[in-house]
């Protein structure tokens, strides 16, 4: 007389789900770190378009452009971005300039793409990139 075997999982099936879970794993969360980077470079840019559009109004409203940005700016009240917000004026008889720089902190310190650079004339850039980064990939992205 022969004996059913017994319910449940061998061994081996065991080890087989958690190699594919390995590496699953080992292919998902390096590829969601990144997504996550994205994000806070796309907030970053969105922080920086914010606070041009802000000096824009300003310069249309008073003639010149303002020395520093408001304390109400979303982006200069919020310590729990991934961007400091930094501005720096130029100001002289006919060269109002401006330079809005988000500079990574936190868990941005390694991205690859660097510090964004906004000025007054709309040119785009990016500072301290990673190995063969560009800037124009980080500002379309």
Known sequence: MRHPPPPGFTLIELMIVVAVIVILGTVAVPSYNEYIRGVHRADAR???????????????????????????????????????IDFLATSGHDDDTYTLIATRR???????????????????????????TKAIECWGR
Do not use: I, M
């Not at 003639?63 to 919020?78: A, E, H, Q, S």
């Not at 936190?106 to 990673?130: K, Y």
């Open 106 to 132: 936190g868990s941005q310190l390694n991205d690859r793409c660097g510090d964004f650079t906004l000025t007054h004339t709309g040119e785009r850039d990016a500072r301290n990139l990673g190995a063969n």
């Open 46 to 84: 969105a922080g920086l378009l914010q606070a041009q559009q802000w000096l824009e109004r300003a310069a249309t409203a008073n003639g010149v452009y303002p020395t520093k940005l408001p304390v109400d700016l979303t982006w200069t009240r919020d310590s729990s971005k991934r961007y400091t």
